[in-house]
């Protein structure tokens, strides 16, 4: 892959930006289980879900991050006939103080990246990713932060990724795309025919899906692969 000619760089949030290469719920379930919820993970995953889905119908406004993971985490734990809210406090600051420090270590390389390429997040979100990219500092680094709720398309439609980059002012070839899950990142990329970078940390047995695919384990490999 050359990247040489790249102008941009489109990122996912959820287990890339914030974690290195681990989607919430496999960052959730070791903390649901350390607290006591003894659920398998196929029935997490079904709950985890439930939750997820109800919060997109809903489409949040300017509900912060650690606001927003409370309302998940409860959200969970009624679909399981667990609620709790101080449980539900507890799993949510936990994931919230674990994501903030890897939030803090990737403002440097966001910083310097935002110096030679155009940043563009694209995440399956609440309807509220920019206003949390507000809170956290991040939202001066990007030109523009496609959020699922709010412009009505979601990964792994490749459209969402077309929007992004036209908001770039890129053309596909021109842009690479950093994320952590082969179906809803890479392979919409692959579609666009768009460079992308996997962040592969959980399955590192896999093979990318093209033969020239860059494959890191921490985002901060990004300084040694891209000019």
Known sequence: MNLNARKAILFDFGGTLDADGIPWKERFYPIYLEEGIDWDFDTFGRHFCASDDSLNEEKLDELD???TLLEQVSRVLRSGGRQDDRLARRIAERFHADSLRCLERNRLLLEELSTRYRLGIVSNFYGNLEFLCEEIGYRKFFGTVMDSARVGLSK?????FQAAVEKLGCLPEQVVHVGDNPVRD????KALAMPHIWLNTLHPERQACCED???????LALREILP
């Open 186 to 189: 890479m392979a919409p990329a």
């Open 65 to 67: 991050y650690a606001a």
């Open 213 to 219: 695919d860059q494959v890191i384990r921490s985002l």
């Open 156 to 160: 792994p439609q490749p459209t969402i």
